[in-house]
C-alpha cells in the first residue's frame, strides 16, 4: 500500500532561522510524483512543488528547497531564513495512478507539520 | 486566471439533513477530485471524474455520498441524511489530465466546512 509520514507534528522557529521538515513515502509503483503543499491559517492548499521518480535534482525556489532521495524514499522540504508568513501546515503527498493514465492520480497525503515561525 | 471555486464556504445542518456541495474547477481542466479534511482522517481522497468516463468512485466513505458532475465542469457533492461524522472541510481539486502527459498538478478550491449538529 502507499503511504506518506510525516513524523514532525509542529515544528517552532524563531525568524531567520532554518527548518526542514521531513517526508518518507512508501510505494511499489516505478513510475509516481511526489508534491507538497502549504495550507496557510486562510484554510486553502498551495502548491508548492511537483517532482517525478525519475528526477532526483535537488530543486531551489527562492528560500525553498526540496531533497529527494530515492535510496531512503524520502523528499525533504528545507526553508531557509524563514519568516513569519512561512507559519502553515505543509503536506507532503504521493500520487497513486488511477484507472489507465498516469496523468490522473489521486493523492495520498501524509499527516502534515505544523510550523510556526515566530519574529 | 480563476481558480478552483467552491460554495457554500460553510454549511451547518442538523443530523439527518441532506446536504449539497459545489465546487467550479478552472476552466479547461479535465480532471475533477473530491477530498475530504478531518481531524480524526487528515486528507482523504473521495472521488474522481476525468472528462467522460465513468468517475472512480473509490474513496466514498458510505452510500450516503454522492457526486455527480455535469457538462464536463461544475460538479456537487452531495451527502443524504448526514452524521456528525461527516463534519469536516470538503476540498475540491482540479487539474488539466492532458492524455498522454505526465501527472498534472491538481489545484485546490478554499473548501467547504461542514459541521453537523
Known amino acids: 500500500a502507499q503511504k506518506v509520514t510525516q513524523a514532525q507534528t509542529e515544528i517552532s522557529v524563531v525568524e531567520k532561522e532554518d527548518v526542514t521538515l521531513d517526508c518518507v513515502y512508501e510505494t511499489r509503483d516505478t513510475t509516481y510524483y511526489l508534491f507538497w503543499y502549504k495550507q496557510p491559517p486562510s484554510g486553502e492548499l498551495v502548491f508548492l512543488i511537483r517532482r517525478n521518480s525519475f528526477d532526483e535534482q535537488n530543486e531551489i525556489s527562492g528560500r525553498y528547497s526540496w531533497n529527494f532521495q530515492k535510496s531512503t524514499s524520502s523528499f525533504n522540504f528545507t526553508i531557509t531564513a524563514s519568516q513569519v508568513v512561512d507559519s502553515a501546515v505543509y503536506f507532503c503527498?504521493?500520487?497513486?495512478?488511477?484507472?489507465?493514465?498516469?496523468?490522473?492520480?489521486?493523492?495520498?497525503f501524509g499527516t502534515g507539520t505544523r510550523l510556526q515561525v515566530f519574529p | 486566471g480563476a481558480g478552483v471555486s467552491q460554495s457554500p464556504s460553510n454549511k451547518v445542518t442538523e443530523k439527518g439533513k441532506d446536504v449539497e456541495l459545489r465546487c467550479d474547477p478552472i476552466?479547461?481542466?479535465?480532471?475533477l477530485y473530491w477530498y475530504r479534511q478531518s481531524l480524526g482522517q487528515g486528507l482523504e481522497f473521495l472521488i474522481y471524474f476525468q472528462g467522460n468516463s465513468a468517475p472512480d468512485k473509490s474513496g466514498l466513505p458510505s452510500d450516503r455520498f454522492s457526486a455527480e458532475r455535469t457538462g464536463g465542469s461544475v460538479s456537487t457533492l452531495t451527502i443524504q441524511r448526514t452524521q456528525q461524522e461527516d463534519s469536516a472541510v470538503y476540498l475540491c481539486?482540479?487539474?488539466?489530465?492532458?492524455?498522454?502527459?505526465?501527472?498534472?498538478?491538481?489545484?485546490f478550491g478554499p473548501g467547504t466546512r461542514l459541521t453537523v449538529l
Open positions: 503527498a504521493l500520487s497513486e495512478a488511477m484507472g489507465k493514465s498516469y496523468n490522473t492520480d489521486k493523492l495520498i
Open positions: 481539486a482540479s487539474s488539466l489530465a492532458l492524455a498522454g502527459q505526465p501527472t498534472d498538478t491538481q489545484y
Open positions: 476552466s479547461g481542466h479535465t480532471a
